[in-house]
């Protein structure tokens, strides 16, 4: 009954910015932890960003920091991924993943729940 639906995904050029968005239903995320993934083509599946539902911390990799800004909209039940200067090595499926906070305990997004993507192509 969760369910985690990516958008705003597309082609951008090298430099410019995206936003892209989870709708998060069927549950309130009081407590969870909201993650943005990425995978590339022939690349494992990496971090990018997560932020708490509660309390809003945030955690960038560091390959998008400075660059990215994770947020959440309590009202919209909507977490979104601001992506500012743009890279071609950006270029990946993104994902919204949520999980149980563990609080300083690594999160587990394996266990939790996932979205089915958003494709994010950035040519150069």
């Known amino acids: 009954q969760v369910q985690l639906v990516e958008s705003g995904g597309g082609l951008v050029q090298a430099g410019g910015s995206l936003r892209i968005s989870c709708a998060a239903s069927?549950?309130?995320?009081?407590?969870?932890?909201m993650g943005w993934f990425r995978q590339a083509p022939g690349k494992e599946r990496e971090l990018v960003a997560n932020?708490?539902?509660?309390?809003?911390?945030?955690y960038y990799a560091d390959s998008v920091e400075g660059r990215f800004t994770i947020s959440r909209d309590n009202i919209k039940n909507t977490v979104y991924l601001q992506m500012n200067s743009l890279k071609p090595e950006d270029t990946a499926v993104y994902y919204c993943?949520?999980?149980?906070?563990?609080?300083?305990?690594?999160?587990?997004?394996?266990?939790?729940?996932w979205g089915q993507g958003t494709q994010v192509t950035v040519s150069s």
């Open positions: 993943a949520a999980t149980i906070d563990r609080g300083n305990y690594r999160s587990r997004f394996e266990l939790g729940y």
């Open positions: 069927g549950r309130t995320f009081s407590g969870y932890v």
């Open positions: 932020i708490r539902w509660t309390g809003g911390s945030t």
